[in-house]
């Protein structure tokens, strides 16, 4: 699913997205370092991959993820 970068610590590397219908959902460290991208800014369009509402994937909208799936 699509969603919208809300906010982004680059040192801690944690963050929020708020997805396409309204729910701001958290994710952490583990799911970005996985993502393979260095930054995200306030604004960015995100494909999340979300299990138990949780954020276990990030990546840019249209590029698949390296592995083929999270």
């Not at 960015?44 to 994937?57: E, I, M």
Request: glycine share 12%.
């Amino acid at each position: 699913m699509q969603a919208t970068v809300h906010a982004f610590d680059p040192t801690l590397q944690t963050g929020s997205v708020i997805r396409d219908d309204g729910v701001l959902l958290p994710f952490d460290s583990a799911a970005f370092e996985g993502s393979g991208l260095r930054l995200v800014r306030v604004g960015q369009r995100l494909t999340v991959d979300v299990l138990n509402d949780q954020v276990v994937g990030l990546r840019i909208v249209g590029v698949s993820p390296p592995n083929g799936t999270y």
